[in-house]
C-alpha cells in the first residue's frame, strides 16, 4: 500500500469511529442524542488516527504503533467518558481503545514509512 501512515491512519480511525458511533443505534436509550454520538465517535476515531498514524511514522515499531493507539485512544474515550458519565466507562472505553489497537497495528504494518529527510 503506498499510502503514508498519518493518512492510513485517518482513513482507518474515521471509518472505525463513524461505526462505532453508529453502534449507538443498538441501544435504544441513546436514540435522542445520536448526532451527538456519531459526531464525537467520529471525531474522536479521526484524531485518534492520524495521532497513531504520526507515532507509527517516526517509530518503525509494531509495539509501539498498537501501544500509542492503546494510549491515545483510550485518553480521548477517556475524554468522552467524563463527559458522557461514569455509567457508560467500560461502553466508551473498550471499543475506544480497540479501535487504537487496530489503527496502530494497521499503520505499522501496511502504512508506507516516510523518507528520512521528511521525518
Same mark, same amino acid.
Given at each position: 500500500?503506498?499510502?503514508?501512515?498519518? !493518512?492510513? +491512519?485517518? %482513513?482507518? &480511525?474515521?471509518?472505525?469511529?463513524?461505526? /462505532?458511533?453508529?453502534?449507538?443505534?443498538?441501544?435504544?436509550?441513546?436514540?435522542?442524542?445520536?448526532?451527538?454520538?456519531?459526531?464525537?465517535?467520529?471525531?474522536?476515531?479521526? !484524531?485518534? +488516527?492520524? %495521532?497513531? &498514524?504520526?507515532?507509527?511514522?517516526?517509530? /518503525?515499531?509494531m509495539l509501539v504503533g498498537i501501544l500509542a493507539g492503546i494510549g491515545i485512544a483510550g485518553a480521548l474515550s477517556l475524554l468522552v467518558v467524563l463527559r458522557a458519565g461514569m455509567?457508560?466507562?467500560?461502553?466508551?472505553?473498550?471499543?475506544?481503545?480497540?479501535?487504537?489497537?487496530?489503527?496502530?497495528?494497521?499503520?505499522?504494518?501496511?502504512?508506507?514509512?516516510?523518507?528520512?529527510?521528511?521525518?
Open positions: 500500500m503506498n499510502v503514508s501512515k498519518p !493518512v492510513l +491512519g485517518l %482513513a482507518v &480511525g474515521g471509518t472505525l469511529g463513524l461505526l /462505532d458511533g453508529l453502534s449507538g443505534f443498538l441501544e435504544p436509550s441513546l436514540a435522542r442524542v445520536m448526532g451527538s454520538v456519531i459526531t464525537f465517535s467520529l471525531l474522536k476515531g479521526l !484524531v485518534s +488516527g492520524i %495521532a497513531i &498514524g504520526y507515532v507509527s511514522e517516526r517509530r /518503525d515499531s455509567a457508560l466507562f467500560l461502553d466508551i472505553m473498550l471499543p475506544g481503545m480497540l479501535l487504537g489497537v487496530v489503527v496502530g497495528f494497521t499503520t505499522q504494518k501496511f502504512g508506507r514509512q516516510a523518507p528520512p529527510a521528511a521525518r
